[in-house]
C-alpha cells in the first residue's frame, strides 16, 4: 500500500504561525498562508485513526480545479500549488458560518427530514419528499463554524441577529453560494454528475468577501451519477453516488456516529483502500483528468523539496 501523510511539522524561515485541522496542516506568516492537505480523513466531526493514501493530493488537486474555474464569480483565496498537496494563498478572516447548499434531500437534511422536520435552519421543508428527491430549488442551511465538537444548524436571521455577520455581507454570501453551486451544479452535468450538496467557507480580507479552503471535493460535496437517476427513484432504490457518504454509512454500521461514549471502529487494510480507490474514481470523474499519483515513498521530503524554491523555505 502506498504511504499516506498523517501530519507535517515543518519550520520555516521566516517563521510561521501553526495549526492543524480535521484535514490540513495550516501555516500562516503575515497575510499568506501555506495549507498542506493531509491524508487525513473525518466524518461526524472526528478525524479518523488511519490515514488515506493519496487523499491529499486529490483534495488539493480538486480544489484547485474548481477554484480557478470560479473566479470570475467569487474572488478567491489561492495563488499557487508548488507541490501536490500544497496550496498557498491569501490569509483571509475565516468567517464563522458554513454555507451549506442543498439541491436534494439526502444525508443530515434526510435524518432530520425523516425525524419529522419541518424546518430547517429557518428554511420550511416541503412536504412529500422520498429520500434523494430533489427540492424544488436548492436551499441554503448554514452551520456555525465550531472550533471543536460539531458545527451547529444555524438560521439566516440567527447569523444575522447574533451579529455573526451584517447582513449585507450575509447577502453576499448567499449570492456567491447559490452562483457557485450553479457553476458546480453545469459543470457536474457535463460529467454525468448531479452535485447534490455542498458547503463554502469564506473570509474577509481589506473588506472584500473571499471564497477559501476547498470547493466541490468528495469532503465537501455529494455527488450523484446522473444516469439512471430517474429510474431509481421511481424503484426506491439507494442511488449511485460519488462522494465520502460510504465511509459514514460504513461507521454506521460499526456503531459510530460520533456521539458521546461511542467507540472509533478499526479500519482494516481492506476498507482503507478501498476508500483511496474512491477518491482517485471521484476526482477523475469530477475532473476529467487522469490522476496521476505524486511519489509517496517520503511525502514529506518530497514537499520540502518542491518548497525549496519558494519564500517558504523548511529548515530542519
Known amino acids: 500500500m502506498p504511504q499516506a501523510l498523517r501530519q507535517t511539522d515543518f519550520t520555516f524561515d521566516p ?32 478525524v479518523l485513526p488511519r490515514a488515506i493514501p493519496h ?5 488539493n488537486q480538486t480544489a484547485k480545479h474548481f477554484l480557478d474555474a470560479t473566479r470570475d464569480i467569487c474572488p478567491n483565496w489561492l495563488e499557487r500549488s508548488p507541490d501536490p498537496n500544497v496550496a498557498i494563498g491569501k490569509a483571509c478572516e475565516p468567517i464563522k458560518v458554513e454555507m451549506v447548499i442543498r439541491g436534494y434531500v439526502v444525508g443530515h437534511a434526510w435524518r432530520e427530514y425523516a425525524a419529522g422536520a419541518q424546518v430547517l435552519c429557518g428554511v420550511p421543508l416541503p412536504a412529500g419528499l422520498k ?15 465550531a472550533e471543536e465538537g460539531h458545527d451547529e444548524d444555524i438560521s439566516r436571521e440567527d ?9 449585507r455581507i450575509y447577502e453576499k454570501l448567499e449570492n456567491y453560494t447559490r452562483r457557485l453551486f450553479s457553476r458546480g451544479t453545469a459543470m457536474a452535468a457535463e460529467r454525468g454528475l448531479i452535485l447534490v450538496d455542498t458547503k463554502y467557507e469564506f473570509g474577509l480580507l481589506d473588506g472584500e468577501i473571499y471564497l477559501i479552503d476547498e470547493i466541490h ?33 460504513w461507521l454506521m454500521e460499526n456503531g ?11 479500519m482494516p487494510d481492506s476498507f482503507v483502500e478501498l476508500v483511496s480507490q474512491r477518491y482517485v474514481e471521484l476526482y477523475e470523474k469530477v475532473t ?18 518542491n518548497l525549496s524554491g519558494t519564500d517558504w523555505r523548511v529548515v530542519e
Not at 159 to 167: C, F, L, N, T
Not at 256 to 264: D, H, I, P, Y
Request: avoid cysteine; charge should be negative.
Open 288 to 305: 476529467g483528468k487522469t490522476f496521476v499519483p505524486a511519489d509517496t515513498e517520503n511525502i514529506e521530503a518530497r514537499i520540502k523539496g
Open 15 to 46: 517563521p510561521a504561525e501553526f495549526y492543524r485541522g480535521k484535514v490540513r496542516d495550516v501555516y500562516r506568516r503575515g497575510d499568506e498562508l501555506l495549507m498542506v492537505a493531509s491524508d487525513r480523513i473525518s466524518a461526524f466531526d472526528h
Open 55 to 59: 487523499k491529499g493530493q486529490i483534495l
Open 217 to 249: 471535493t468528495p469532503d465537501s460535496s455529494r455527488y450523484f451519477y446522473a444516469e439512471g437517476y430517474t429510474e431509481r427513484q421511481a424503484k426506491g432504490e439507494r442511488q449511485k453516488q460519488l462522494s465520502k457518504e460510504f465511509v459514514r454509512e
Open 159 to 167: 447569523i444575522i441577529a447574533r451579529g455573526i455577520v451584517e447582513e
Open 256 to 266: 459510530f456516529q460520533g456521539k458521546e461514549g461511542q467507540q472509533m471502529p478499526e
Open 131 to 145: 429520500e434523494a428527491d430533489a427540492f424544488p430549488e436548492p436551499i441554503i442551511t448554514p452551520a456555525t463554524k
